[in-house]
């Protein structure tokens, strides 16, 4: 806060660049590239260095500040960029088509995509453009298709799925199970459920590699890609039809504040940034903000409003949430759901296919859950009552307050109409609207 302040009296010290990439760095190691590509551009008000400009165009990439990723790849390709350069070249390419991407561009993103892929020279690189073949059939350089074969083939064999060893007989149908849900619907507890009756899975939040994205860049987040692009190369096959699948979806206001609350790390670092201060009621007015703002600018542009990445990285996983039913489950894959028998139970069985709705899991949906997986019915971990309430939690939802026409419109977007009846829809419309 004292920064702030001084920062803008103009009476702040500016650092050296060694300090600005060490402070950035270590704003980059908590997730919050924001107050990391401050501090670089900090470091580069003293000194246009290649390092800063080089690391800003990371962070602005796992900040989603494409455009700003883009400028500084290209200031950095000004200087000597050494062995570098292959690498600048591919954020360069790699950010312009996202930014195409995030633009509805798409034949541009995917010119833009296929020019990176000639400067794909590492696993990262490699399993970021295999990744973005799953939305765009890219006709890939040959070179690039030899290194980004020689990582896929490297990786399956420590990352394989076990829906491929079901698939080729190695796993018995009957043994395994694909969990396909959205974070924070109750995928945790079904988890844990399967591995207690020994049942092996495969978890997977999205079968879009866009979708549901890491605040954080690690190492694992290239098991992840090897994951999720052999999944959905499984999918693909006709035997696919006979593996057990279940579903899940959740009201999304409840989904969003919960969402936000399970990275509470990084919620901080906003909300005080923000506010001031770390309050329930700060908490409060940032969630119904960031929703208000979501929907007046139809999930777009949000960096505009609010000028940072923490508060773009909620947004844009609340925007994939609500078009996970209608653009993935029902589009993609090619599931769908009996509507009305969904309104009527909480959930939906049909063949290999059971899906739920988290808040109208009763006791007889878990029956049948249990049925469906083939074991012995026990309580699933959901319908139990909560023998200990977060109160702070419970008081930053009872501070969200929204109009009423906001509300609909979020309803309207997820398809409420299919999970829920008018009744329920009403009642949970008057629970979050100051109507």
Known sequence: MKDKVLAGLGLLKKVSPRVALAKARECAERGDYRGAISYLDEGLERHNNFSLLFEKAIYCG???????????????????CGEYTNSVLFLKHYYSGYSAFLKKKHEAAKEQFAIAGDYADNPSNCAALAIQSLNYDIKFKPEFHKKCEEFLGTSKAFFSSNCRLCLDGTIPFDKYVFIYTPPKTGSTSLVSLLEKNNLLFDKIHSLNGTSFVSNKRTASSLAFNSLLIDINDCIKKDDFKKIRVVSSIREPISWFISFVYHHIGILRVEVEYLYGAFTEENCSLYLNVMLERGIANNFSNIIDGFGNSITEYFMSNLAAYL??????YRNKVGYNIDAEALKRQGFYRYGTIFFYVLEKMSQQGAMELCNFLGIDCMEYPNVRPRPVKNEFYESVKAGVRLDLDVVLSIYSIFSCDKFYTQSEMNALAQRWSDA
């Not at 796992?62 to 000597?80: C, F, I, M, N, R």
């Open 323 to 328: 078009k996970w039913y209608s653009g993935e």
């Open 62 to 80: 796992a900040a989603q500040k494409y455009d700003e990723g883009v400028s500084a790849a290209e200031s950095a390709l000004k200087h000597d």
